[in-house]
């Protein structure tokens, strides 16, 4: 079949599990209330701060499942349940379906335990740890889980691993390749080893009062960010279809750029950030006045938030200072290759509920950090059409998606 170009793309359904609410009413509202989900967690030493997800596997599967599934691929298959629930949507031509998922890591818990066991010189063996552990497998179980025969991709880019996957899905749809894909990433890494090399890169937020309010994104004197686990899947569809079976459009995607910085695998660049701000705006076929909310990388680390600040005033110029941006990983923390699909349905609900999250925990004006952070708490505003998000990438990739509501 020749491709068909130009198809409009709709967000039909969202599934979601996060630290900070598992449904998108509740993930939504406790953004707006600035609540933060970043706690001591019993599977980690004291002195770790994350966003862990309260989360039973035991509900969700039998004995004999969880065998063969690590926790992000258990939680990656809850959310694509859920997903598909919220868009009432029971694909009918599997080969015109596919899975596009992000993962940083992939099982990171199954092959930390197998490293355990094997310096520890124990004799504690699972059969299945490669297949556990691979980046691959919340993508195929989701796909065997569903019975979806079209493309099952997996993207592994850090940061931006679920934007990128949100993006190519939408390219595919666009494009006339498939017309369903459910779409996003998950993340578990919360281990000892995982979070101890972590804390070494001194990228991670240090104590500053209660544990949940270390992130303070665009912030004077702020530290860094708190790991979190979660997923989020949305459902994408192509728009026509989407309408004719009477689905609810929660968005239209519109645009999607992509940029690489091949500067430094860990210092973002202010360049590689705009070109991707700007393929994004180029694609969308909108002007930088156009954007009404962005939701930020805001990492709340010293060197990325001036970075970004300065991207967005490069692109958007005076406009800058008008537009609302805030960083939610203040509230649900900093999900690594989840993190993109989880911002970028906290984009897609603030035009649902035309209110934009806030900032939570910013305190003091940086003078290098200058735009409208809508600081502690969320703002309902009169216009808001189309959003923007932003993710930023160890190793320079830059990603960044641009949607719309359909009224």
């Known amino acids: 079949m020749l491709a068909r170009q130009g198809r409009r793309v709709a967000v039909t359904g969202i599934g979601l599990m996060t630290c900070v609410g598992e449904t998108p009413n509740t993930f939504f509202q406790n953004l707006m209330d600035g609540v933060s989900g970043i706690r001591r967690s019993a599977r980690l030493p004291e002195t770790h701060k994350v966003g862990g997800v309260e989360f039973d596997s035991s509900r969700h599967f039998s004995k004999i499942q969880l065998l063969s599934l690590d926790r992000v691929s258990q939680m990656a298959m809850v959310v694509s349940d859920r997903a598909l629930d919220a868009a009432r949507l029971k694909p009918e031509d599997t080969s015109r379906c596919g899975v596009f998922l992000g993962t940083g890591m992939g099982g990171a818990e199954s092959l930390e335990n197998a490293y355990w066991n094997f310096f520890k010189a124990e004799q504690k063996k699972r059969l299945l740890t490669v297949p556990l552990a691979m980046n691959h497998a919340p993508a195929s179980q989701i796909a065997m889980r569903h019975g979806i025969h079209g493309e099952c991709q997996t993207f592994s880019a850090a940061c931006s691993s679920s934007s990128i996957a949100i993006g190519d899905a939408y390219r595919r749809i666009k494009d006339g390749y498939l017309d369903t894909v459910l779409a996003g990433g998950a993340e578990c890494m919360l281990t000892p080893g995982v979070i101890n090399e972590w804390q070494t890169l001194q990228v991670l937020a240090t104590s500053q009062g209660e544990p949940s ?16 686990e979660g997923a989020c899947i949305v459902v994408l569809e192509e728009m026509d279809g989407a309408m004719r079976r009477g689905a609810r459009i929660l968005a239209e995607i519109i645009g999607y750029g992509l940029s690489n910085d091949a500067s430094h695998i860990t210092k973002p660049d202010e360049a590689g950030q705009s070109r991707a701000i700007e393929a994004a705006l180029c694609d969308a076929q909108v002007e930088p006045q156009d954007i009404d909310y962005i939701n930020a990388h805001g990492t709340a680390t010293l060197v990325g938030d001036v970075v970004e600040t300065r991207s967005i005033k490069r692109v958007f110029g005076d406009y800058a200072h008008a537009i609302p941006v805030s960083s939610t990983k203040s509230s649900h923390g900093h999900a690594i290759g989840a993190t993109g699909a989880i911002e970028f349905a906290a984009s897609v609900l603030a035009m649902q509920h035309r209110a934009v999250p806030p ?22 505003v009169d216009r808001l059409k189309t959003v923007m998000s932003n993710s930023f990438a160890f190793g320079g990739n830059n990603a960044v998606l641009v949607a719309r509501a359909v009224e």
């Open 213 to 228: 309010t270390g992130c303070r994104p665009f912030s004077k004197g702020r530290t860094g960010f708190h790991i979190a």
């Open 359 to 380: 900032t939570a925990f910013w305190q003091e004006r940086d003078p290098d950090c200058d735009l409208d952070y809508v600081p502690g708490k969320g703002r309902p």
